[in-house]
């Protein structure tokens, strides 16, 4: 029993292989993102590791087991000095990630804002002459939108995301009844929430297939 590894190890590395094999799954057979896909495997490895926790049992001593108890607190002292660096060693992986997706969120905030002050009284929109620094957003990411009906937008002054998520309910109305030929699809496909997360950096099962080139 001295060269078996702690039991401490073996059920966080079973737990990891599950995790790591439940988020492959998620992303590439069910479209989830990048993001949906790790909170899914980190679960299952949860799972996992608890299941094996409380189900684990060590094997009882036998008869000839009872000459030897002065082994048994020597191999149990050097794994417990093992496994310190490798549960220190995760917190310091684990810190940077929030740190990065926080800013996303923050850059889009201001432009909603914007564009909601600028909506009219009435219900009109925000519209642009033409979009923020000759670059339009990919509207076709958002459900509903194909190659006609962007272009029916960016005819309207509609190019980028944010100007979408800052609709409220009378902006909403206002472009339904005035989208030539598409009228009421701006609330049918839920444009307004599907914008605020790609105005924000993140992706939506379909805008992750038009990115794949598998849409149009």
């Known amino acids: 029993m001295k060269d078996t590894a702690p039991i401490s190890q073996g059920i966080i590395a079973v737990a ?6 439940a988020a492959g799954v998620a992303f590439v057979l069910y479209d ?12 299952i490895g949860v799972a996992v590791a ?11 001593a036998g008869p000839q087991a ?21 549960t220190a060693a995760k917190p310091a992986t684990a810190a940077p990630q929030p740190k990065a997706a926080a800013p ?18 009435d219900g009109t929109p925000e519209f642009l002459s033409a979009p923020r620094e000759g670059d339009p957003d990919d509207l076709k990411q958002i459900k509903g939108v194909g190659p006609k009906l962007e272009q029916t937008l960016h005819n309207m002054g509609l190019y980028h995301f944010d100007q979408i998520a800052s609709w409220g309910p009378k902006e909403q ?3 339904d009844d005035n989208l030539a030929g598409f009228k009421g699809r701006a609330t049918r496909d839920d444009w307004v929430n599907q914008a605020k997360t790609l105005a924000a950096g993140g992706a939506t099962a379909f805008s992750q297939k038009v990115e794949k080139g598998g849409v149009y």
């Open 50 to 60: 608890i299941a094996l926790a409380l189900g684990w049992r060590e094997p009882q």
């Open 32 to 43: 989830f993102s990048v993001f949906s896909s790790a909170v899914i495997g980190v679960v």
């Open 16 to 21: 990891a292989l599950f995790a790591i094999i």
């Open 173 to 175: 109305a206002w472009v």
């Open 104 to 121: 996303k969120a923050k850059s889009a905030a201001p432009k909603a804002a914007k564009a909601a002050a600028a909506s009219k009284k």
């Open 66 to 86: 009872t000459p030897a108890p002065t082994a048994k607190p020597a191999a149990a002292a050097k794994p417990a000095a093992a496994a310190k660096p490798a």
